[in-house]
Structures are given as structure tokens and as C-alpha cells.
């Protein structure tokens, strides 16, 4: 009987514990929803905006594709590496609502969400 109650304790203990998990792995799971939305979202903003710097400049005639990919890989090329990025390097970043640190290439703090600097366009 008292075996039995322990047992019940416990059990109803690591319910619990194991519906509170649930919950903040969900809540955890709802934030990496929303920062991957706003990561894509910032990633078509780009993409827009360097398809219309393309588009302005070849229309404008500053440069063929050729000479692009050329400009591209000399960009590329300034970071150490032809890799097909650009990375310059940055120091991690700390958020000035927060104060927790963030990555060296965050757009908005991965603790509560605000918008780490004014960004650059590009
Ligand atoms: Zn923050």
C-alpha cells in the first residue's frame, strides 16, 4: 500500500514533468517556426532587391553577365574563400533590449525577438 502510493506519486510527478516538456518543446518549436519564417522572409527581400539592382544595372548597361560573374568571384574571393558566399568577418552581437548574445550573423535576437541593428540593405 505504501509501495503503491509512492508509485502513484511518482508516476503522476513524471506525467508532469513530461506534459511540461511537451509544452515548452512546443513553445520551443513555435519560436524556431517564427525565426525561420522571418529568416525567409528576409531572404525574398534580398532576393528581390539584388533582382532589381540586376536588372537596373544591365538595363542601365554598367555591365554583361560575364563581367558580373566575374565582379561576383572577386567579391567572393575577399573573404579568403571562393566558396560562393560572402562572409565577411563580424563579432557576435549583443541585443540592446535582452542583453544576451547573439550569433555574429543574426538579423534579430534569438532570445526575444528584436531587431539587433539597422541593417544594411545588402
Ligand atoms: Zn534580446
Redesign the pocket.
Known amino acids: 500500500m505504501y509501495y503503491g502510493w509512492i508509485h502513484g506519486y511518482y508516476a503522476i510527478d513524471a506525467s508532469r514533468d513530461a506534459a511540461q516538456s511537451a509544452t515548452e518543446a512546443g513553445s520551443a518549436a513555435r519560436r524556431a517556426e517564427n525565426a525561420l519564417a522571418r529568416l525567409e522572409d528576409a531572404l525574398d527581400r534580398q532576393g528581390l532587391i539584388i533582382r532589381t539592382l540586376l536588372t537596373a544595372c544591365e538595363k542601365s548597361g554598367l555591365f554583361n553577365e560575364a563581367g558580373f560573374r566575374e565582379l561576383m568571384n572577386e567579391i567572393d574571393l575577399s573573404d579568403g574563400r571562393l566558396d560562393g558566399k560572402y562572409k565577411p568577418q563580424a563579432t557576435p552581437q549583443s541585443?540592446p533590449?535582452?542583453?544576451?548574445t547573439?550569433g555574429k550573423r543574426a538579423v534579430s535576437?534569438m532570445?526575444?525577438?528584436?531587431q539587433l541593428e539597422t541593417r544594411d540593405i545588402m
Open positions: 541585443c533590449n535582452c542583453g544576451k547573439n535576437c532570445y526575444c525577438g528584436v
